[in-house]
């Protein structure tokens, strides 16, 4: 606890996602309540936007919490919540139920399936493997990684088999391409084992994913998150008051202390957010970053045409339709049931692909949807939906895109530089302006955990140095 009798620090923190919000959290616990969350939207959250259908439960951003064990902070919020009951809304694993369907209307037998399924999965463990035990980096892109060991497995192939697994192991590098948000060719596989698994299974939360913000939201003072206030700039070199954070509508807030938790897309896109500008290593970090783009895509049929529990289908797309296709539907890899509906489909759409959909009308997508589907079936009756739900994570400017990822020039050290606090250029002293969010959590980059574990970090910083000063600093 910071000491109450003294006067207390004045901090700006600059956005309320889960990054933002844990860090008022944090302070609010330690006794520092000197504070104000600036958000430029119209709710909390962030890249978590829960949505309802009836009473069934959508989720446009952040759908599973990656890794079901209280060693996630995540997990713990929604047991605290009481938003998880036994058994535990677990993923379901692909490996023991899915359906590989080729753009010509076929099945693939699921023996030759699971053996491909059997071949990516090592290929997958051998590409993140690279990051802790071959010192010899060097290896290029994912893509041309995992090209040379496709090409290595199939020739190993019976003839009879070899045309279907390669089907099925360019569909499954797709799947590649939908967790991440672009390319192969813009991936490296050298970093690609820089992300961290956590322990256990990804776990739904049924009842919606923006319930885990419940117990966060009330340990925040009332008043203290102001929407609809988008900063316009952060100027951190005013000598007295030592920063100053000025929104779009012209309001001025000083600050000791300002943290943000804008997406590094934002980053990417609003080079003159802040005055002066950033140091080069901090500019480096945001440049060579990846930062991808996803779109979930809701499809609601009046009636479902599949069997329950069918399973996930996997689009086997030939390499030459990915590489060759003009349709925004060959950013999709899968299409499965979505939880808890009789009759919804949910997929992700990737990359350039998630960013044309953006701009399709919503009759349009859900005409190219059913001829994919009735494509890959081969089945011509397939029905139109009655509806259909999309995001538009990159037109938003307070997002511009989805999630991070380790591209070629991509690096840990980019992370921890993205992450490092900044000290007035001009008389130096204790840190200004600090920076948490999911790309400035290195090995949990890309997920709720890693955006809430960058929040607390930088709240307790900010303790720190209020203990230290006794109050403000000098």
Same mark, same amino acid.
């Given at each position: %606890? =910071?000491?109450?009798d003294?006067?207390q620090?004045r =901090?700006v923190i600059v ?5 933002g919000?844990s860090?008022?959290?944090?302070? !609010?616990n330690?006794?520092l309540t $000197?504070?104000? =969350?600036l958000e430029?939207?119209s709710?909390?959250?962030?890249r978590?936007?829960s949505c309802?259908?009836?009473d069934v439960?959508?989720?446009?951003g952040?759908?599973?919490i990656?890794g ?6 995540i ?9 998880l ?6 993923r379901p694993d692909?490996?023991?139920?899915f359906?590989?369907l080729?753009?010509?209307g ?5 023996? !030759? ?9 090592? %290929?997958? $463990?051998? &590409?993140f493997s690279?990051f802790?035990?071959d010192t010899?980096?060097?290896h290029?892109?994912l893509?041309?990684?995992l090209?040379q060991?496709?090409?290595d497995a199939v020739?190993s *192939?019976e003839? #009879? +088999?070899r045309?279907d697994?390669?089907? *099925?192991?360019?569909?499954l590098?797709?799947t590649i ?5 672009d390319?192969l ?5 050298d $970093?690609?084992g820089s992300f961290l698994?956590s322990?256990g299974k990804p776990i739904? =939360? ?6 885990v913000?419940?117990p966060i939201l ?7 998150i102001?929407?609809?206030q988008?900063v ?5 070199d ?5 920063? #100053?954070v000025k929104t779009v509508?012209g309001? @001025?807030y000083?600050?000791d202390?300002v943290?943000v938790t ?6 990417? +896109?609003? &080079?003159g ?8 290593? +901090?500019?480096?970090?945001i440049?060579?970053l990846g930062f991808?783009h ?6 609601e049929y009046?009636?479902p045409f ?7 289908m996997?689009?086997a797309w ?11 539907a060959t950013?999709m #890899?899968t299409?499965?049931?979505?939880p808890g509906?009789?009759n919804?489909?949910?997929t992700?759409?990737?990359g350039d692909?998630a960013?044309a959909?953006?701009?399709c009308?919503e009759?349009?997508i859900?005409? @190219?949807?059913?001829?994919v589907?009735r494509?890959? !079936?081969g089945?011509?009756s397939?029905p ?7 995001s538009?994570?990159?037109?938003d ?6 999630l991070t990822?380790?591209?070629? @020039?991509s690096s840990v050290h980019?992370q921890?530089?993205?992450?490092a606090?900044?000290a ?5 002293g204790p840190?200004?302006v600090?920076?948490a969010? @999911?790309?400035t &959590?290195p090995?949990?980059?890309?997920t ?7 929040g607390?970090r930088?709240?307790?910083?900010i ?6 000063f006794?109050g403000p600093?000098s």
């Amino acid at each position: %606890m =910071v000491d109450q009798d003294r006067p207390q620090p004045r =901090v700006v923190i600059v956005g309320a996602g889960m990054a933002g919000l844990s860090a008022a959290q944090r302070l !609010t616990n330690c006794g520092l309540t $000197n504070f104000v =969350v600036l958000e430029g939207g119209s709710r909390p959250g962030g890249r978590i936007h829960s949505c309802w259908f009836g009473d069934v439960v959508g989720e446009l951003g952040a759908q599973w919490i990656s890794g079901g064990t209280s060693a996630n902070p995540i997990f713990t919020l929604a047991a605290m919540e009481g938003l998880l009951k036994s058994p535990l809304p677990a993923r379901p694993d692909m490996d023991s139920q899915f359906l590989a369907l080729t753009s010509d209307g076929r099945a693939i037998d699921s023996n !030759t399936a699971h053996t491909g399924y059997t071949l990516f999965s090592q %290929m997958k $463990n051998d &590409a993140f493997s690279l990051f802790s035990i071959d010192t010899d980096k060097g290896h290029g892109t994912l893509k041309n990684f995992l090209g040379q060991r496709i090409k290595d497995a199939v020739a190993s *192939v019976e003839d #009879s +088999k070899r045309y279907d697994i390669v089907r *099925v192991l360019a569909g499954l590098s797709n799947t590649i391409k939908t967790r991440w948000g672009d390319e192969l060719s813009q991936m490296s596989s050298d $970093n690609y084992g820089s992300f961290l698994k956590s322990p256990g299974k990804p776990i739904r =939360v049924p009842l919606g994913y923006v319930g885990v913000l419940g117990p966060i939201l009330r340990d925040i003072p009332k008043g203290a998150i102001k929407y609809c206030q988008e900063v316009a700039t952060i100027k951190w070199d005013r000598g007295t008051p030592r920063a #100053s954070v000025k929104t779009v509508e012209g309001d @001025e807030y000083p600050a000791d202390y300002v943290l943000v938790t804008v997406s590094l897309g934002v980053l990417k +896109k609003n &080079a003159g957010l802040f005055n002066p500008e950033l140091p080069q290593e +901090k500019l480096e970090a945001i440049q060579k970053l990846g930062f991808g783009h996803l779109n979930k895509l809701i499809i609601e049929y009046s009636r479902p045409f599949w069997a329950p529990g069918e399973g996930t289908m996997v689009l086997a797309w030939t390499q030459e339709e990915l590489e060759t296709g003009t349709t925004w539907a060959t950013g999709m #890899s899968t299409v499965e049931e979505m939880p808890g509906s009789r009759n919804m489909l949910m997929t992700t759409v990737a990359g350039d692909q998630a960013v044309a959909m953006e701009s399709c009308s919503e009759a349009d997508i859900a005409e @190219e949807f059913t001829n994919v589907l009735r494509r890959f !079936t081969g089945d011509s009756s397939l029905p139109y939906p009655m509806n259909v739900t999309r995001s538009k994570w990159t037109s938003d400017r307070l997002f511009s895109g989805a999630l991070t990822y380790m591209a070629v @020039e991509s690096s840990v050290h980019r992370q921890c530089d993205l992450g490092a606090p900044l000290a007035d250029p001009c008389v130096g002293g204790p840190p200004v302006v600090f920076f948490a969010g @999911e790309a400035t &959590a290195p090995g949990l980059f890309s997920t709720v955990q890693g955006a809430r574990m960058s929040g607390v970090r930088e709240a307790d910083r900010i303790i720190k140095l209020t203990k230290k000063f006794r109050g403000p600093p000098s």
